[in-house]
Nanobody
Framework: QVQLVESGGGLVQAGASLRLSCAAS????????MGWFRQAPGKEREFVAA???????YYADSVKGRFTISRDNAKNTVYLQMNSLKPEDTAVYYC?????????????????WGKGTLVTVSS
């Protein structure tokens, strides 16, 4: 349905910032609810943030006040600005698209996924 490619991950020290990007192709991004999820080694994939078609935003408690999700429909891109990074933020970060009508905060609720970008935060 839609192809998603994440970028912007890397190795940073605690307290640093990163901005992840998710570029979409094959479909117009404005048609989708978009989300960011992450998966640390040995753990389940978990919800990080989501943004609706109307640009309402939703965040996991663990990232509220530190992360900001946004979308630029003209550029067909979704962003995740990550500030005050902590070692526990270390994970592969995935963007995902949902063609449905309701914002989901579980991986099972999303339809299409990127391949992920690795974020490593050292202490």
């Amino acid at each position: 349905q839609v192809q998603l490619v994440e970028s912007g991950g890397g190795l940073v020290q605690a307290g640093a910032s990163l901005r992840l990007s998710c570029a979409a192709s094959g479909r117009t991004l404005s048609r989708f609810i978009m989300g960011w999820f992450r998966q640390a080694p040995g753990k389940e994939r978990e919800f990080v943030a989501a943004i609706s078609r109307s640009a309402s935003t939703y965040y996991a408690d663990s990232v509220k006040g530190r992360f900001t999700i946004s979308r630029d429909n003209a550029k067909n891109t979704v962003y995740l600005q990550m500030n005050s990074l902590k070692p526990e933020d270390t994970a592969v970060y995935y963007c995902a698209a949902d063609s449905g009508l309701v914002v989901h905060t579980t991986p099972e609720g999303m339809d299409d996924w990127g391949k992920g970008t690795l974020v490593t935060v050292s202490s």
